[in-house]
């Protein structure tokens, strides 16, 4: 079984547009998106839609809770400033769609045929707001991971491509397709973001499991264009990211 994951689209179908074409050639099974799909972008809808074309698995993050519940994006630790854009996103957004994302599963299990388990979700199976890092305390991860039968993981949520062992344990993260942050977000540091999308794909082969962690360049003036030609409220902050670089 070879399988695709994409993370963190974040309404940047630019930067899907790109992925999908690698993943064209890459002879996948299936297709599984760790959320955080439509808010902060351009352009939300055409997200949706592609994943609907997929048929892709599609796991809830904490910005598609937050867009189904707005209300309670504080809950779902939406930065402030992010919040106007948010709501935008929203806005965008048909019946049909907002009802598709609230088909979005919690976290999916898959067993591969030598009975390997894989468990996908977006933060932990336990929240969609954790935070899994390769600096991340141990006595962290036995709290996310207590009574998983797993042994292999892979989440998104941190923007950052990861492969972590810890004991018989296999953390995997597999990026951001529309945010890859060039560091992991801490509190006041505003993240700044790199020139390409990223994505995983993880299939077994015989007695070995192969994680394979990809990087796409995509057109950033084709989103910058996207972003001047949209009236999204954090327009300036994508173009400071794109702009002169």
Not at 96 to 118: P, T
Not at 193 to 213: F, K, R, T
């Amino acid at each position: 079984m070879r399988i695709g994951f994409i993370s963190d689209i974040h309404g940047n179908f630019t930067a899907l547009e790109a992925v999908l074409t690698d993943i064209k050639k890459q002879n996948i099974d299936q297709l599984i998106c760790l959320g955080d799909t439509v808010s902060l972008g351009p352009q939300p809808r055409e997200v949706l839609d592609a994943l609907r074309e997929w048929n892709a698995i599609t796991i809830m993050g904490n910005h598609d809770q937050a867009t189904l519940e707005p209300q309670r994006c504080v809950e779902f630790e939406i930065t402030e400033h992010l919040i106007p854009d948010l709501f935008w996103g929203r806005e965008q957004l048909s019946k049909e769609d907002l009802q598709f994302i609230g088909s979005f599963e919690a976290k999916k299990s898959i067993r591969f045929s030598n009975e390997l388990e894989l468990l996908a979700y977006h933060g932990s199976p336990k929240a969609t707001t954790h935070l899994v890092l390769a600096t991340t305390p141990t006595e962290t991860l036995d709290n996310y991971f207590n009574g998983q039968t797993a042994s292999v993981f892979i989440g998104g949520h941190s923007h950052i491509q990861m492969q972590r062992r810890y004991g018989n344990k296999l953390f995997l993260n597999s990026g951001s397709v529309g945010n890859a942050f060039k560091f992991a977000f801490t509190q006041g540091n505003p993240p700044s973001l790199l020139p390409w999308a990223e994505y995983a794909i993880v299939e077994q082969n015989g007695v070995s499991l192969h994680a394979d962690m990809r990087r796409v360049y995509f057109d950033t003036n084709a989103l910058i264009d996207r972003v001047k030609a949209s009236d999204l409220p954090g327009a300036e902050w994508w173009l400071q990211q794109y702009q002169d670089k």
